[in-house]
């Protein structure tokens, strides 16, 4: 079993109580310190406060301690590899200047201080250091020296990235249901609507590399035409109140269609889920965020 100790902290210019009072909306529905849609939403199961349950991503903690304004504690269910707790503190510095600083401390069990030293600590430390970033955004109005990504962190984040779930066609999408006299094949794949990812389905024709005309376009739901070899199909962009989902609809009406959906098939759904989860990943690197932190560049 081994311990660790990881510290971050910064300086900020600006007074305590501004910098406690951003501290103390973490996890409410307008947190303007978690860096998300870029990383999984911080998640609690009732406002900030001893006793609440929740964490972000698979990550999963409890608050022991809370003062508002100046100090939050995470503590880790036990047996989860690393056990131990989170802590986010705010000190003054004077009337104009504050500390704000993360420890996490721990014991890592197993392979967990594999994971740690591989792939755990470049993430939790970007993390971090991007909540400092949008701390001093929103308290003090700019950050001195935002972080970057490493190449490494981009590949852990890029490979991390959520999957789409096979689903039926939702009964919202009736653009694509009323699109074909029949369909001979249909499917649909559907990812979580992150904060701050775009509502109008028109931001989401990059799913399919703008390349097909749109036919119509109603109730948050998008329809192209992709026919294509003699084959008539159709996609779907829905966009709802927890999801995106591409949809695609598919008639064979020849011996050609058919021979040519017959190899097609084969590799479409593994092209539908890579297009769908490249576009949302994009999407959320693009979208703006908490303390309109205005870093996608520095992700990329």
Known sequence: MAAI????????????EAVGAL???LSAADDPLFPTPAWPPMRLDRPLSVGADGGHGSIRYHVTAYEPGRRVRFDTPPGAGLDGYHELTVAALGAERCRVRHVLACEARGRARLQW???VRPLHDTVIEEIFDNVERAAAGGVTHPVRWSPWVRLLHRLGWARPEAVDTPAAAWLIRASLDRADYEDAYRMKLLPGLPRDPAAWTGVLRDSFPVLAQADGELLMDVNTAGLTARASILVDERYVTLSTAV???SRRARLYWGVVERVHPFMARTMLRRTHRRLALAAPSAGDRGSAALRR
Do not use: G, S, W, Y
């Not at 510290?7 to 210019?13: F, P, S, W």
């Open 251 to 253: 008639q064979t009406d």
């Open 117 to 119: 030293a591989c792939v």
């Open 5 to 16: 100790l990881n510290v971050h902290e910064r300086v900020i210019a600006a007074p305590a």
């Open 23 to 25: 501290l103390d909306r």
